[in-house]
């Protein structure tokens, strides 16, 4: 199974920071891609670029997409549908934390498992504590 990643962030740094830390904990195994920023550089997405990730990571088992705010839902969306038209694949666009859903669907990408088990593992990262409760 071949599910690719896409990280869709308003900052080109944090597209690309978090795609880097998913990508080491995948061994380099996933196909990741990063839509980060404005076409000129600014802070914000840009439908085109998202585009342009979609078609680099082209998860022939689907491809997963994160977000880092929910204002990169609308630019997603429509260069989904975009994509879709021109290559009928299958793409989920995740609720998850952009960090932490990012790795865990990397690594859940990485040893092979469906878009869907890969997207629901992501939509859980939320519930990972990240600290222990326990005093110390």
């Not at 998913?22 to 061994?27: C, E, R, V």
């Not at 585009?51 to 990571?57: F, K, M, N, R, S």
Request: proline fraction near 4%.
């Amino acid at each position: 199974m071949a599910v690719g990643l896409v990280i869709v962030s308003h900052s080109t740094k944090l597209a690309e920071g978090v795609a880097e830390l998913a990508g080491q904990m995948a061994q380099g195994k996933v196909a990741i891609a990063t839509a980060g920023g404005t076409a000129d550089g600014s802070l914000g997405t840009a439908m085109e670029k998202v585009l342009d990730a979609l078609h680099q990571v082209d998860g022939p088992d689907g491809i997963l997409v994160l977000l880092d705010l929910g204002s990169a839902v609308m630019t997603t969306e429509i260069a989904v549908e975009t994509f879709t038209a021109e290559q009928p694949r299958r793409i989920v666009i995740s609720p998850a934390p952009l960090v932490e859903g990012a790795v865990i669907a990397a690594v859940e990408a990485s040893i092979g498992n469906s878009l869907d088990d890969v997207a629901a593992a992501a939509a859980n990262a939320h519930l990972l504590p990240k600290i222990s409760d326990q005093p110390s």
